[in-house]
């Protein structure tokens, strides 16, 4: 099974719960988005990992991490306005990576 694979396998076990998978043709993309029950989420790929930002207008923004070995990392999410300095800094970390915040 390649690093890809495995990465989709440890998305969509992640977030099944979402209902949403990561779509096969991004396993053939280094960056890219997608749009799924709700969601919107841009991504990039790294040696063995899976960088992603997934919004939906129900819920706070969220940064992931999803490795080839299983593990997902929540790497921040915003906080709805209750902490505005550490919603600042989440959004401006985002942009950072070249996400559209």
């Known amino acids: 099974m390649s690093t890809r694979d495995a990465i989709k396998r440890a998305f969509d076990e992640y977030f099944t719960g979402y209902r949403m998978s990561l779509p096969d043709e991004c396993l053939n993309e280094s960056a890219g988005e997608f749009e799924q029950?709700?969601?919107d989420v841009q991504y990039k790929f790294g040696?063995?990992?899976l960088e992603c930002y997934a919004t939906h207008r129900m819920t706070n923004d969220r940064l992931y991490r999803i490795y080839a070995d299983g593990r997902?990392?929540?790497m921040d999410?915003?906080?709805?306005g209750v902490l505005p300095d550490h919603d600042r800094n989440f959004s401006d970390e985002v942009r950072r990576r070249g996400y559209r915040g």
Do not use: H, R
């Open 37 to 39: 029950n709700g969601w």
């Open 47 to 49: 040696s063995d990992y």
């Open 72 to 74: 997902v990392e929540l």
């Open 77 to 80: 999410s915003t906080t709805d």
